[in-house]
């Protein structure tokens, strides 16, 4: 959930921070005080497209940082271990800034992080409903993945998905060979010239890699024999000075003296130690001199083959070390075309096969969705009539997919609605009141509340349109939704207001040189008097002051907490 938020320059916020709890959270202002201000800093910080506009004047850049407790959010985690994330703390932490030159940065536990990431993020952590970008209730897919959830079907959607992504695979493949076998014959004869040039030259596996480092001992044998000779010369033949008789002498000084003072024994044990491994050293540079020999003849056939090879894979169009590879890429290739039909066949049965076992799962998963529609629907419906849409319905369309062998099942899901008697039932996308749009979600989520991934909620303009006994069951709805979700709400009706777990106040006020924006958590008698100015307007009295301590202990709310 959203724990924390901090604000700095961004609109007519100077500096802001809040500390959020469960619950539902409401957020009230007077008209034009920016009531949404802490939604458009959330969206700005989830990486809404932003301007250089939202930066407080004679500032340079704006801040936003929102702190989630991902504790009990498996899939959070788990995402954020698959880029590489620290969790171990178990919070998310988001920033974002925005400079004056209109450059834009976002943070995710202190790392750098793109704003495509970020909304990926997002969408695990927080949902917003109102006339916002983040309306993902109004995206079909989103309509899908609902549906599915509500009615527990992420088996059945996961062995859809897997046969279809198998069916197109294996699909693609069969129009390849297809597509080959159509140029058979030319291409075949094209290959069979090509292979037989490189059979005839014989190549082997790392051939020309051996045969670089033999020509570079050839061409250089006089001075490799040299420098070998001078080796074993100065660490051994040399009669007058060498360098395993200098350390023979050497170990027997310091023998001589090691009963005197103990500090040359470990000095000691290096000069032996040191004299075995040059020893080690003569013997191996003995036999590999004995095994070096200069051999003009042998030079001159290892250049020749390398010139062979060069040529070879110079007239194919490949690095020389890469020919081998090449050669059995062509062979595998001619396999292939020389089997094609064959290949086709067991294709072409595979594909029916996958198709057979798709059939069955996607028809299984029909009939579960439209099972649970049908439910669905009368939980929606039976909602919303109580949110002043008292002829409201909704219902869960299905058309058949225009894709073959979808991923998503044989239909395309569509949630409908119709608000009016004797209108026709439209999208949910159609819908041109945010309002109304708003209580159907909240209906929505009130339907598939312990279905619901996401943890934290937001509705802007729930109340829009709607007054008085309809207003209390919105709020009443919040508050039930509260228990299950963080819920952020901002509201103008004190019937809302009256139902929240908490209670932010937005206020604006001008001190002559600049507005300033607060937002404040309210206490017992502040949100009493806050609810008293909502119901009374300018004056409040001492009757607007009892009726909002008696809305207050009237709702669920208070109860709790009390």
Request: proline share 3%; charged share 25%; net charge negative.
């Amino acid at each position: 959930m959203l724990t924390q938020i901090h604000i700095s320059n961004l609109a007519t916020i100077q500096t802001v921070s809040l500390e959020l709890t469960t619950g539902t959270t409401v957020i009230t202002g007077e008209t034009g005080a920016g009531k949404s201000i802490v939604i458009d800093a959330i969206e700005f910080a989830l990486g809404k497209r932003a301007t250089t506009d939202i930066i407080r004047a004679h500032q340079e850049k704006a801040d936003v940082s929102i702190c989630f407790d991902i504790r009990y959010l498996p899939e959070v985690d788990v995402w954020l271990k698959q880029h590489d994330v620290d969790s171990e703390a178990k919070e998310c932490i988001i920033r974002r800034t925005i400079t004056r030159d209109g450059r834009s940065r976002s943070y995710l536990n202190q790392m750098p992080i793109t704003l495509q990431v970020l909304k990926e993020l997002s969408e695990l952590l927080i949902d917003i409903h109102g006339q916002h970008e983040h309306q993902s209730l109004l995206r079909p897919e989103k309509q899908r993945e609902l549906l599915d959830h509500y009615a527990g079907h992420y088996p059945l959607v996961t062995e859809v998905q897997k046969l279809a992504t198998e069916w197109h695979a294996v699909t693609q493949e069969y129009k390849q060979l297809q597509t080959l076998s159509s140029e058979h014959t030319a291409r075949a004869e094209f290959l069979k010239f090509q292979l037989q040039e490189l059979e005839e030259l014989n190549i082997n596996p790392d051939e020309f890699q051996q045969l670089d480092i033999e020509h570079k001992q050839l061409a250089n044998a006089d001075e490799l024999l040299n420098q070998l000779n001078f080796s074993i010369h100065t660490l051994a033949d040399n009669e007058e000075n060498n360098i395993l008789s200098l350390l023979n002498r050497l170990t027997h000084a310091l023998e001589s003296i090691r009963d005197v003072d103990s500090k040359v024994i470990p000095w000691l044990e290096v000069i032996k130690n040191t004299h075995i491994q040059l020893g080690d050293v003569e013997d191996e540079l003995r036999r590999y001199l004995e095994s070096t020999h200069l051999n003009p003849e042998r030079l001159q056939w290892v250049e020749q083959r390398i010139s062979k090879i060069f040529d070879t894979a110079r007239k194919h169009k490949v690095a020389p070390a890469e020919l081998f590879e090449f050669q059995q890429k062509l062979a595998t290739e001619l396999h292939s075309l020389e089997n094609s039909d064959e290949c086709l066949a067991q294709l072409s049965q595979q594909l029916q096969e996958i198709k057979k076992d798709y059939q069955n799962v996607a028809k299984k998963l029909s009939l579960s969705r439209k099972t649970f529609a049908m439910k669905l629907e009368n939980e929606i419906s039976h909602t919303i009539r109580k949110l002043s849409l008292p002829n409201g319905t909704f219902h869960v369309a299905f058309n058949d997919t225009e894709n073959e062998l979808s991923p998503h099942g044989l239909e395309k899901i569509t949630f409908e609605i119709t608000t009016n008697l004797g209108q026709p039932l439209q999208p949910l996308a159609k819908i041109a009141s945010g309002g109304e749009l708003s209580r159907i979600s909240l209906a929505i989520d009130i339907a598939t509340a312990e279905q619901h991934t996401i943890p934290t909620l937001i509705f802007d303009e729930v109340d829009v349109g709607i007054s008085g006994a309809t207003a209390e069951i919105v709020g009443k709805l919040l508050n039930r939704l509260g228990k299950t979700h963080q819920v952020l709400c901002v509201t103008h009706l004190p019937q809302v207001a009256a139902q929240g777990h908490q209670h932010l106040r937005v206020e604006k006020t001008d001190d002559k040189k600049a507005t300033h924006t607060h937002i404040r958590l309210l206490d017992g008698e502040e949100r009493i008097a806050e609810l008293a100015r909502m119901l009374g307007g300018v004056k409040i009295t001492k009757t607007t002051l009892e009726h909002a301590k008696e809305m207050i202990g009237n709702s669920p709310a208070y109860f709790e907490q009390n």
